[in-house]
């Protein structure tokens, strides 16, 4: 039995999740596997009303569950930022969500390349480090003192700034880190992934010719733990990148990316893979709670409407299993994907006429029809 923390969070996450979970009831009904879902209301309704975003009694419950199955944060009547940072980056800071998995194989028939050419990417993308760590702020008149501070699982970093300009203007930072220690453990999970997929080589991204302090630490790290594994790798500066993904996706199959680099590059493989409709994402931590869900945001204009594709969010139910151990069942949630699909049962965004309901449908009876 798994235990599974439901967040359907905001906007058309209900939706979305909604039928994520008919697929996994479907695999209970068919197959030898059992889930205890318990759905927590944490969300923006929530914080409009008690001003409360992720609190400790939250963390707390979530202690007890395997792993966090997660709609959608956001919500247009909230300043950008809050919820997100306070409910979404909060949720992978807290229970030390290392590592973000971005699955990018092309689903055909709906690749935005002109050329036609076949790929499958797995993008790891370090998730609690870089410049996604939350220290920053601004000093007034050209001078002040900043206290920072970042809190992980690994270690208490307090880090003082102190400001003196020789010009009475305002002045904004926002501090990139990154830890010896987390690049570590970030590039074993990594390097031990490419090799249960039978790949040799790994890709990995930076910007070390101009942020050579952060990402030459980076190089460093991952040169020692690729030769200690006999994993062959090479290094791509991330506007190359970026190009190369659009130009040449087939040439790569696993890529390491720091923090915010892998946010800005995989939803760019979303778009080239067939959209954000298509789009899960794995918040990873190898020995302690995962949470899963799907790329796209809230789209709080689509609520209720019964339209948006939750084909991501069943990926993200697929990504769940395969975290759980049971990879055998999430290719059986991928084939039932590809097959509704192969029937041309398609949501708007794909070009088709399906609702919400009406695509998750589908996929369920495809996952019926394979036992």
């Given at each position: 039995?798994?235990k599974?923390?439901?967040?359907?969070?905001?906007?058309?996450?209900?939706?979305?999740?909604?039928e994520?979970m008919?697929?996994?009831?479907?695999?209970e009904e068919?197959?030898?596997?059992?889930?205890d879902?318990?759905?927590?209301?944490?969300?923006?309704?929530?914080?409009?009303k008690?001003?409360?975003?992720?609190?400790?009694?939250?963390?707390?419950?979530?202690?007890?569950f395997?792993?966090?199955f997660?709609?959608?944060?956001g919500?247009?009547?909230v300043?950008?930022?809050?919820?997100?940072?306070?409910?979404?980056?909060?949720?992978?800071?807290?229970?030390?969500?290392?590592?973000n998995?971005?699955p990018?194989?092309?689903?055909?028939?709906?690749?935005?390349?002109?050329?036609?050419?076949?790929?499958?990417?797995?993008?790891?993308?370090?998730?609690?480090?870089?410049?996604?760590?939350?220290?920053?702020?601004?000093?007034?008149n050209?001078?002040?003192?900043?206290?920072?501070?970042?809190?992980?699982?690994?270690?208490?970093l307090?880090?003082?700034?102190?400001?003196?300009a020789?010009?009475k203007t305002?002045?904004a930072?926002e501090?990139?880190?990154m830890?010896?220690?987390?690049?570590?453990?970030?590039?074993d999970?990594?390097?031990?992934?490419?090799?249960l997929?039978?790949?040799?080589?790994?890709?990995?991204?930076?910007?070390a010719?101009?942020?050579?302090?952060?990402?030459g630490l980076?190089?460093?790290v991952?040169?020692e733990?690729c030769?200690?594994?006999?994993?062959?790798?090479?290094?791509m500066?991330?506007?190359?990148?970026?190009m190369?993904?659009?130009?040449?996706?087939?040439?790569?199959?696993?890529?390491?990316?720091?923090?915010?680099?892998?946010d800005?590059?995989?939803?760019?493989?979303?778009?080239?893979?067939?959209g954000?409709?298509l789009?899960?994402g794995g918040?990873?931590?190898?020995?302690?709670?995962?949470?899963f869900?799907?790329?796209?945001?809230?789209a709080?204009?689509?609520?209720g409407?019964?339209?948006i594709?939750?084909?991501?969010?069943i990926?993200?139910?697929?990504?769940?299993?395969?975290?759980?151990?049971?990879?055998?069942?999430?290719?059986?949630?991928h084939?039932?994907?590809?097959?509704?699909l192969?029937q041309h049962?398609?949501?708007?965004?794909?070009?088709?006429?399906?609702?919400?309901?009406?695509?998750?449908?589908?996929?369920?009876?495809?996952?019926?029809?394979?036992?």
């Open positions: 039995m798994h599974v923390a439901v967040l359907p969070g905001d906007g058309i996450g209900p939706e979305v999740v909604r994520g008919k697929v996994l009831n479907a695999l068919n197959y030898s596997v059992k889930f879902f318990t759905e927590m209301n944490i969300d923006a309704e929530r914080y409009l008690t001003g409360k975003l992720l609190t400790a009694e939250d963390v707390d419950a979530l202690k007890k395997d792993v966090i997660l709609g959608a944060i919500d247009d009547r300043a950008p930022g809050v919820l997100e940072k306070g409910i979404l980056l909060s949720l992978r800071f807290t229970f030390d969500q290392y590592i998995h971005r990018a194989p092309l689903w055909k028939p709906f690749g935005r390349l002109k050329r036609d050419v076949d790929f499958n990417i797995d993008v790891f993308r370090e998730n609690t480090e870089d410049y996604y760590i939350g220290a920053g702020g601004r000093v007034n050209g001078s002040g003192k900043l206290d920072l501070r970042v809190k992980r699982n690994l270690y208490d307090k880090v003082q700034l102190q400001a003196e020789d010009t305002d002045f930072f501090i990139g880190m830890s010896r220690k987390n690049i570590e453990r970030f590039a999970f990594t390097i031990s992934y490419a090799k997929i039978g790949e040799k080589y790994v890709t990995i991204v930076d910007k010719n101009v942020c050579s302090n952060i990402y980076w190089r460093e991952w040169t733990k030769k200690q594994s006999n994993m062959e790798f090479g290094f500066f991330v506007d190359a990148m970026s190369a993904l659009v130009k040449n996706p087939d040439k790569f199959r696993v890529v390491a990316t720091p923090n915010m680099f892998g800005i590059l995989t939803d760019l493989l979303a778009e080239v893979t067939g954000l409709g789009a899960p918040n990873i931590n190898p020995n302690g709670i995962s949470m869900e799907p790329v796209h945001g809230s709080p204009k689509y609520k409407m019964n339209t594709n939750p084909i991501a969010t990926l993200a139910a697929k990504m769940m299993l395969d975290n759980l151990g049971h990879r055998d069942l999430g290719q059986i949630v084939d039932g994907v590809r097959k509704a192969d049962v398609y949501t708007r965004d794909l070009g088709g006429k399906a609702t919400t309901s009406e695509m998750g449908d589908a996929v369920v009876k495809a996952i019926r029809a394979m036992k």
